[in-house]
């Protein structure tokens, strides 16, 4: 049966619908670059600007309306109709103009010949339905039924509709995406697999994440995520697959936030889960690239979500491990509080962060990742005392480092934010040699500047020592690059400027002494 009905859909119909004239936008929307902007629920789309059906009704929320009624669409005023929409037949006062119910556009009496119930509109009575929108009206009829296996050829046909790009304009328009959501609120095991289909086909549209994202989409996979079995692996996958690839935009992230998706994610971010492990983690550093998110993650003590992390940061599986270290990296870019409490959950675990330095990984990803999260956890001098060890496993990595630029990076920024104080003075003096070798005369500017930096910082906390350094390494490579460096030599002169009188008086003779 459902198969007879995929047969039924009519993809050559909708393409029509969506290759021709778009109709008038409604309210304030305007094309971008047109000396407006879009308001918050239409849609940009692959050039075309489009304006999707909305909930109406006594309840606006999907979720917990019985009755799914969209708003009816603007009609094309009969004035700027000549021609059928469907056969280009030119009208005249015997070929007749009719609206169509669903569309709002006008056909001539052959492609206009069908009445249809349109409870979907708040149409009491059969109305007029032109042959383009006869399969969708029935599917949006079927969409509301209370039997299953009509939801389900509802939603089967909806993921027909939605597998070519052009036939999803007029299905976003006339409340397909609305009725796809109505139809998901089912626990049938089908209906939530065909519903998954849809959405990833949708999905392959950036244009579209945020609409998808503010209409509930990402509500409902979360909702279906929190009801599954946690041996629906297959399913499981699917949902946070769908979520992270939603999560592209700020709005979606924060949405996905509202929507606890995190707190639904973080009791996967555990290896005794097996396979799931992996997925929950990329979906979750999909989501972790918005600050708001930094604190769900850092508050949420009841269940040890840091420490859980840092525990996976030493993983045997190098994409665990990795993904696990670029999610911390992100929530170290925050603020002082959340390194803070990231140190503390370090320590506490046994110095985890230290451990991945000391066994210098291969993989250039990991190492990328865990060097930036020690070079941002440096700035902040609370949390000196507790990063000795950290201090001690960067110099030594930069002594075998092997040109990784950025790894190089992320290196020369953590020395140069540990050199800022006072107390790690010893320990920088003793990798002095290797600083000035590596740092100083590679090729990257930024890398240099940061070598300058330590330096500068050394000669201010034990200016001898650093010195007889200089002397015996040679000190020529940090001169040259602070005299090429125009914007340093005028800081300095200005700075010794200010210190000193540039124009004086002479001083004046003391007449008894002659």
């Given at each position: 049966?459902?198969?007879?009905?995929?047969k039924?859909?009519?993809?050559?119909?909708?393409?029509?619908?969506?290759?021709?004239?778009?109709?008038?936008?409604?309210?304030?929307?305007?094309?971008?670059?047109?000396?407006?902007?879009?308001?918050?629920?239409?849609?940009?789309?692959?050039g075309?600007?489009?304006?999707?059906?909305?909930?109406?009704?006594?309840?606006?929320?999907?979720?917990?309306?019985?009755?799914?009624?969209?708003?009816?669409?603007r009609?094309?005023?009969?004035?700027?109709?000549?021609?059928?929409?469907?056969?280009?037949?030119?009208?005249?006062?015997?070929?007749?103009?009719?609206?169509?119910?669903?569309?709002?556009?006008?056909?001539?009496?052959?492609?206009?010949?069908?009445?249809?119930?349109?409870?979907?509109?708040?149409?009491?009575?059969?109305?007029?339905?032109?042959?383009?929108?006869?399969?969708?009206?029935?599917?949006?009829?079927?969409?509301?039924?209370?039997?299953?296996?009509?939801?389900?050829?509802?939603?089967?046909?909806?993921?027909?509709?939605?597998?070519?790009?052009?036939?999803?304009?007029?299905?976003?328009?006339?409340?397909?995406?609305?009725?796809?959501?109505?139809?998901?609120?089912?626990?049938?095991?089908?209906?939530?697999?065909?519903?998954?289909?849809?959405?990833?086909?949708?999905?392959?549209?950036?244009a579209?994440?945020?609409?998808?994202?503010s209409?509930?989409?990402?509500?409902?996979?979360?909702?279906?995520?929190?009801?599954?079995?946690?041996?629906?692996?297959?399913?499981?996958?699917?949902?946070?697959?769908?979520?992270?690839?939603?999560?592209?935009?700020?709005?979606?992230?924060?949405?996905?936030?509202?929507?606890?998706?995190?707190?639904?994610?973080?009791?996967?971010?555990?290896p005794?889960v097996?396979?799931?492990?992996l997925?929950?983690?990329?979906?979750?550093?999909?989501?972790?690239?918005?600050?708001?998110?930094?604190?769900?993650?850092?508050?949420?003590?009841?269940?040890?979500?840091?420490?859980?992390?840092?525990?996976?940061?030493?993983?045997?599986?190098?994409r665990?491990?990795?993904?696990?270290?670029?999610?911390l990296?992100?929530?170290?870019?925050?603020?002082e509080?959340?390194?803070?409490?990231?140190?503390?959950?370090d320590?506490?675990?046994?110095?985890?962060?230290?451990?991945?330095?000391?066994?210098?990984?291969?993989?250039?990803?990991?190492?990328?990742n865990?060097?930036?999260?020690?070079?941002?956890?440096?700035?902040?001098?609370?949390?000196?005392?507790?990063?000795?060890n950290?201090?001690?496993?960067?110099?030594r990595?930069?002594?075998?480092?092997?040109?990784?630029?950025?790894?190089?990076?992320?290196?020369?920024?953590?020395?140069?934010?540990?050199?800022?104080?006072r107390?790690?003075?010893?320990?920088?003096?003793?990798?002095l040699?290797?600083?000035?070798?590596?740092?100083?005369?590679?090729?990257?500017?930024?890398?240099?500047?940061?070598?300058?930096?330590?330096?500068?910082?050394?000669?201010?906390?034990?200016?001898?020592?650093?010195?007889?350094?200089?002397?015996r390494?040679?000190?020529?490579?940090?001169?040259?690059?602070l005299?090429?460096?125009?914007?340093?030599?005028?800081?300095?002169?200005?700075?010794?400027?200010?210190?000193?009188?540039?124009?004086?008086?002479p001083?004046?003779?003391?007449?008894?002494?002659?």
């Amino acid at each position: 049966m459902i198969i007879s009905r995929r047969k039924e859909l009519s993809e050559v119909n909708f393409r029509q619908m969506s290759n021709c004239d778009r109709l008038p936008i409604a309210g304030n929307g305007q094309i971008p670059g047109g000396g407006g902007g879009c308001c918050p629920k239409d849609v940009y789309f692959y050039g075309t600007l489009i304006k999707p059906a909305e909930l109406t009704g006594t309840e606006q929320d999907v979720f917990k309306c019985t009755c799914l009624v969209v708003s009816k669409p603007r009609w094309v005023p009969d004035d700027d109709a000549f021609i059928c929409y469907k056969c280009a037949a030119k009208f005249t006062a015997v070929r007749r103009k009719h609206h169509c119910r669903q569309c709002g556009r006008v056909f001539c009496t052959q492609c206009c010949n069908s009445k249809m119930r349109l409870k979907h509109l708040s149409y009491q009575s059969m109305e007029k339905v032109c042959v383009l929108c006869q399969t969708f009206v029935s599917l949006m009829f079927k969409a509301q039924s209370s039997d299953i296996t009509q939801k389900l050829e509802a939603v089967t046909g909806f993921e027909e509709i939605c597998r070519n790009r052009r036939t999803i304009i007029p299905f976003i328009e006339m409340g397909g995406v609305i009725a796809l959501l109505f139809v998901a609120k089912e626990k049938d095991v089908r209906v939530t697999g065909t519903f998954l289909k849809v959405v990833s086909n949708l999905a392959l549209h950036p244009a579209l994440h945020n609409y998808l994202a503010s209409v509930g989409t990402v509500k409902i996979l979360t909702k279906k995520f929190v009801d599954a079995d946690r041996n629906q692996h297959p399913l499981l996958c699917d949902i946070m697959r769908v979520v992270q690839t939603l999560c592209s935009t700020e709005s979606a992230k924060l949405i996905a936030l509202q929507e606890g998706t995190v707190d639904a994610l973080v009791p996967y971010c555990n290896p005794n889960v097996g396979h799931l492990c992996l997925p929950a983690l990329e979906c979750l550093v999909a989501i972790c690239s918005h600050p708001h998110i930094y604190n769900t993650i850092v508050d949420n003590k009841q269940s040890h979500t840091l420490s859980k992390l840092l525990i996976l940061s030493n993983s045997e599986d190098e994409r665990v491990q990795d993904t696990v270290l670029q999610i911390l990296a992100q929530i170290s870019s925050g603020s002082e509080w959340h390194r803070k409490r990231l140190v503390e959950e370090d320590i506490y675990n046994g110095s985890l962060l230290a451990e991945v330095l000391t066994c210098r990984p291969t993989n250039l990803s990991i190492l990328s990742n865990v060097t930036c999260l020690v070079a941002n956890l440096a700035c902040d001098e609370i949390s000196q005392g507790a990063l000795t060890n950290h201090l001690v496993q960067m110099c030594r990595l930069l002594d075998v480092l092997r040109g990784e630029t950025q790894v190089l990076k992320h290196i020369s920024r953590g020395l140069a934010n540990f050199a800022k104080f006072r107390n790690n003075c010893e320990l920088l003096l003793q990798s002095l040699e290797v600083i000035i070798v590596k740092l100083m005369q590679t090729t990257d500017l930024e890398v240099r500047h940061y070598a300058c930096l330590i330096i500068v910082s050394l000669l201010g906390f034990c200016t001898s020592s650093c010195v007889r350094i200089l002397e015996r390494v040679g000190s020529s490579c940090f001169l040259e690059h602070l005299g090429s460096n125009g914007e340093i030599i005028n800081s300095i002169g200005h700075i010794l400027g200010g210190m000193l009188p540039m124009v004086v008086c002479p001083a004046l003779r003391n007449s008894t002494a002659l």
